[in-house]
């Protein structure tokens, strides 16, 4: 795993894309804060809106670095979370400014998968990340579903966990607003 990580890190500081496991599906992934790198995703996967992007951070305690203000309940939603949970917050900072919605918001998930953990640690800088799947195309849980020709076309194919028939947990999505309220996306 750690030849893995050390590869994938290098093609990210590059500029690249890789192909790799997160704890909800395999992803595309790239740097959140280069705009050249967050372009090439969206082409190739053909996504025109940011909402369909994410970020994977390791820990908690780098939200600070990218939000304005974390919202209390951010802290114990993250915490109690029994699946993998992403948060969309606004007032977003330090992140490429393509990256972000109309509204300025962005989903951002404390990831608890070893190896994409791992990875944000390694590279330390927050991941930009969309399904490995074409828009309106499945989303894909374990690596044989993965489209060979996206395969292909991304910088670095991880090959830690392509041999599992694993189904990954989907990941839960909401949005907090304002006052501490909130909004299920996607349960």
């Known amino acids: 795993m750690k ?17 790799f496991p997160t704890d909800s599906s395999w992803a595309v992934g790239a740097d959140a804060t280069n705009e050249v790198a967050i372009e090439k995703l969206k082409v190739l996967l053909g996504i025109n809106s940011p909402e369909c992007l994410e970020v994977l951070i390791d820990q908690a ?6 939000l304005e203000e974390v919202p209390d309940m951010a802290w114990d939603l993250i915490e109690l979370s029994e699946k993998p949970l992403t948060i969309i917050y606004s007032q977003v900072k330090n992140l490429a400014s393509n990256l972000l919605s109309d509204r300025k ?8 998968d070893v190896f994409s953990r791992n990875l944000c640690t390694q590279f330390r800088n927050p991941i930009v990340i969309a399904s490995a799947n074409k828009q309106g195309m499945e989303v894909p849980r374990n690596f044989q579903t993965v489209a060979d020709s996206l395969k292909q076309s991304v910088d670095y194919v ?4 392509q041999e599992e028939k694993v189904i ?13 309220t909130i909004k299920i996306v996607k349960e």
Do not use: M, W
């Open 3 to 19: 030849e893995q990580i050390h590869n994938a890190v290098k093609i990210l500081r590059d500029g690249g894309l890789i192909l």
């Open 61 to 66: 305690g780098k939200l600070q670095s990218y």
């Open 105 to 112: 918001s962005i989903g951002i998930r404390v990831t608890r």
């Open 158 to 161: 991880v090959d830690y966990r």
């Open 168 to 180: 990954f947990t989907p990941c839960s999505v909401i949005e907090l607003g304002s006052g501490n």
